[in-house]
């Protein structure tokens, strides 16, 4: 049996030690970037529970979310579930009033710089199912990779792209981090909102007390609901109490509450979108409101 001498042992421990690092690095670079679908059309994200819509509620006023608090994040739509079932079973008028998205999951409406836009556009081309979204920039593709960006959806024409991160995600939050940090190739990025103004649950927890606010609305609610009755109700592990609306506008959690659904209604008549009539731009449209519109009604053509 043959043996390396020490001195040659000694020089390739020393090449496998100086040449390890450099290894690593390389496949830890290739796994930072993420491998994304390129699509052509508005991708449906799978519906999430109601539970876990309110829980994601929670957790984002909380300044986090389900993506980085996944434990908390399952334990909060649990008891969310029972509380419902509990409100609902002793309020039966109520029971068809549900909870809605007020944006598509995990989607980023994204302005993308030029470079950008040119290395997506650059992808579609591929055939490939699954290609690698590498922007250029290290510190970019990192930050896509950890939020877990898994599709891209490009609007040529109105120089837009969706990008679909993990449906956990708090989206007001990347949309932040995607246009202050990343300017080079991002101008501007916001949640995916659905338009329009509908029914809704809201729910919070302080102490050992759950507050949940029904509103059943209704009445031309693209353009923001003429009609609509609020429900109040206080939960204690099985105990369910009625507040007046007279009484809850008076409670910080509740007056919390009304203020979040406020603040998530989209009323396309709020909104601006049309034509903006005045010296500076007579007959144009308002760009991004505009170029919502036309996701939204793209959205509305997909086949239930």
């Known amino acids: 049996m043959y043996f390396f001498p020490a001195r040659r042992r000694l020089k390739l421990i020393c090449l496998f030690v100086i040449a390890f690092p450099f290894v690593f690095q390389v496949v830890s670079a290739n796994d930072d970037i993420p491998h994304v679908r390129i699509l052509n059309h508005i991708l449906e994200v799978p519906p999430r529970s109601e539970s876990e819509i309110l829980a994601s509620q929670i957790l984002i006023r909380q300044g986090t979310d389900g993506f980085r608090l996944p434990e908390r994040f399952q334990q909060l739509a649990t008891e969310i579930q029972q509380v419902l079932e509990l409100v609902r079973e002793s309020e039966p008028s109520i029971a ?16 993308p710089q030029p470079g950008l836009l040119k290395r997506v556009q650059s992808m579609v081309g591929s055939g490939a199912e699954s290609v690698p979204f590498s922007s250029g920039s290290q510190k970019f593709d990192q930050f896509n990779a950890k939020f877990g960006l898994y599709a891209v959806n490009i609007y040529s024409q109105l120089n837009l792209m969706i990008l679909y991160y993990d449906p956990g ?25 659905f338009l329009g103004d509908r029914s809704a649950i809201k729910v919070s927890k302080a102490g050992e007390n759950w507050y949940v ?11 923001g609901c003429i009609n609509q009755e609020l429900n109040f109700f206080m939960v204690k592990e099985n105990h369910v109490k009625s507040i007046p609306f007279e009484e809850a506008r008076t409670l910080v959690e509740f007056v919390m509450l009304l ?12 909104l601006g979108i049309g034509f903006v009539s005045n010296s500076e731009n007579s007959g144009t449209y308002s760009n991004t409101n505009f170029s919502r519109c036309v996701i939204q009604s793209a959205r509305m053509l997909i086949p239930n």
């Open 259 to 270: 203020d979040s659904l406020r603040r998530e209604s989209r009323p396309m008549n709020q």
């Open 169 to 193: 995600i708090n989206p007001q939050f990347v949309s932040f981090l995607l246009s202050s940090r990343y300017s080079e190739h991002v101008k501007s990025a916001e949640p995916d909102y």
């Open 96 to 111: 068809d009033v549900s909870v809605s998205e007020a944006y598509s999951p995990g989607a980023v409406i994204v302005t």
């Open 213 to 223: 606010l029904f509103r059943r609305a209704w009445g031309d609610c693209p353009s």
